[in-house]
């Protein structure tokens, strides 16, 4: 490059400069989301929000870069995964921010993702105990019986509500204590239940949705940030609240879930309501009108 070649392109630099433009395209954003399990719809719809919130940012903070990985973490683990912000700097959460422990250190995503519906529960039991439940209509009667719960979820909820609760690490071991009649259910969510279960690779034909009742607890889900990159915290923030606004996370919402919530048949089920001690009011009075949308 000659002299009078250089001269223009140190002057086209220092332009850019002075109009406050990059003299060169910045890297993209990369965005590291771990799920636990990448079969379920779930993951897909957080992938999706996450995507759409950061498609609808690019005109004012540039490209990004997703990557998705699946592995079966204990909570702990990924919560000091989130922490580092590594290999993870994205993840959703489940409960009010003012809870201590996993939430401390994290920068939170303060959009609501679920509508609320988190925190509507089916039992995954044995086939042949459901005349038992048939029996149930309240929390009292249903607290009789022990029940199972992964370790680091919101176990601590239904132990307020009066429950016997077993703790497994892993899903697997969760669902080998319950075929082998260590507790008699285990509380999922709505959009994360499914119709069939397999315990180490083989299908498990005697472990079912029950069939007559729905629980309920205020319970929330945020995506959080790892504290080592506050960018993409406030590049959520504002990509969500846009999305809430024009209406388009309650559109996703139903595209990832309205056909299970209609089969799951939740109007027609006996609902129990259990207390959340973590409740802050945050999401203020339970409409369970919406159920009515998955008729």
């Not at 109007?267 to 409740?279: A, G, K, Q, V, Y």
């Not at 999401?283 to 949308?293: C, K, P, Q, S």
Request: aromatic share 8%.
């Amino acid at each position: 490059m000659n002299r009078q070649s250089s001269g223009l392109v140190l002057l086209l630099v220092c332009a850019l400069s002075w109009f406050g433009l990059p003299a060169a395209a910045a890297e993209p954003l990369v965005v590291k989301y771990l799920g636990n399990h990448a079969s379920l719809v779930s993951e897909d719809y957080y992938l999706a929000l996450l995507n759409a919130a950061l498609q609808i940012t690019e005109p004012t903070h540039g490209s990004y870069q997703m990557v998705f990985s699946q592995e079966p973490l204990s909570s702990e683990r990924k919560h000091e995964l989130l922490v580092a912000g590594e290999k993870i700097n994205v993840d959703r959460l489940v409960g009010f921010p003012n809870q201590k422990g996993a939430r401390e250190g994290l920068i939170r995503v303060s959009v609501p993702l679920l509508n609320g519906f988190m925190g509507y529960r089916i039992l995954l039991i044995r086939k042949e105990d459901q005349s038992r439940f048939n029996s149930i209509s309240t929390l009292q009667e249903l607290a009789k019986l022990p029940m199972g719960f992964g370790k680091g979820w919101e176990g601590h909820v239904y132990k307020h509500n009066g429950f016997t609760v077993a703790e497994p690490l892993t899903m697997e071991s969760l669902l080998k204590m319950l075929a082998g009649k260590r507790y008699f259910f285990v509380p999922l969510s709505v959009i994360e239940i499914d119709d069939h279960y397999e315990i180490e690779g083989t299908h498990v034909e005697n472990l079912v949705p029950e069939q007559h009742l729905l629980l309920y607890m205020p319970m929330p889900v945020f995506f959080y940030v790892s504290p080592q990159h506050p960018e993409l915290a406030e590049r959520l923030t504002l990509g969500l609240e846009q999305l809430n606004a024009n209406g388009k996370i309650k559109e996703i919402f139903k595209q990832h879930f309205g056909a299970r919530l209609k089969r799951l048949g939740l109007n027609e089920r006996t609902l129990i309501e259990l207390s959340n001690p973590d409740d802050d009011g945050s999401l203020g009075v339970t409409n369970h009108a919406l159920m009515r949308e998955f008729k």
